[in-house]
């Protein structure tokens, strides 16, 4: 028998981690069904998740009880294979080796409903193409925005 291939590890960076990083860390741990280990954490994080991102992550089915802020540290850069930066820009710490691609997302930290569904569009299309490049023949189910009103395919 051949030996499994490793998860890869990725962590998902921004300032407080109450929004673009927690978006992405539940999206791409609800597609990659353990096929991909997802972290997120900030520069400088906040007490919690912003409330707005909850509601429409909670929206859409996905759980957010268990996200709490946490501090981005080197040895967490080190110990994953890609670190995606959205908006942390030159206080990410800098890890030789490790693969660092950057996501220019807006923010949706106190913005509206709509605002915050559209960030929400924008990372679920990242993550998913993120996840078909970090696992080869990957099977994807429907975007959980496929269901939603609010989000017509396109």
Do not use: K
């Not at 900030?42 to 009880?65: K, N």
């Not at 950057?102 to 605002?115: F, R, S, Y």
């Not at 924008?122 to 496929?146: H, K, M, T």
Request: aromatic share 4%; charged share 25%; hydrophobic share 40%.
């Amino acid at each position: 028998m051949s030996e499994p291939a490793s998860v890869p590890q990725v962590v998902f960076a921004c300032v407080r981690n109450g929004g673009r990083s927690v978006i992405s860390r539940v999206l791409t741990e609800h597609y990659a069904g353990g096929r991909v280990r997802a972290l997120s954490a900030g520069t400088q994080p906040g007490e919690h998740i912003h409330p707005e991102v909850a509601r429409a992550l909670e929206g859409l089915g996905l759980d957010t009880s268990r996200e709490q802020p946490t501090l981005l540290t080197r040895d967490t850069v080190a110990a994953s294979d890609l670190a995606i930066t959205l908006g942390c820009g030159e206080e990410c710490p800098y890890v030789p080796g490790v693969r660092y691609v950057d996501w220019p997302v807006a923010d949706p930290g106190g913005q509206d409903d709509e605002t915050v569904r559209a960030v929400v569009a924008d990372l679920d299309a990242r993550v998913r193409d993120l996840l078909v490049e970090l696992v080869p023949g990957i099977e994807l189910p429907p975007s959980v925005l496929a269901g939603s009103a609010d989000h017509p395919r396109t």
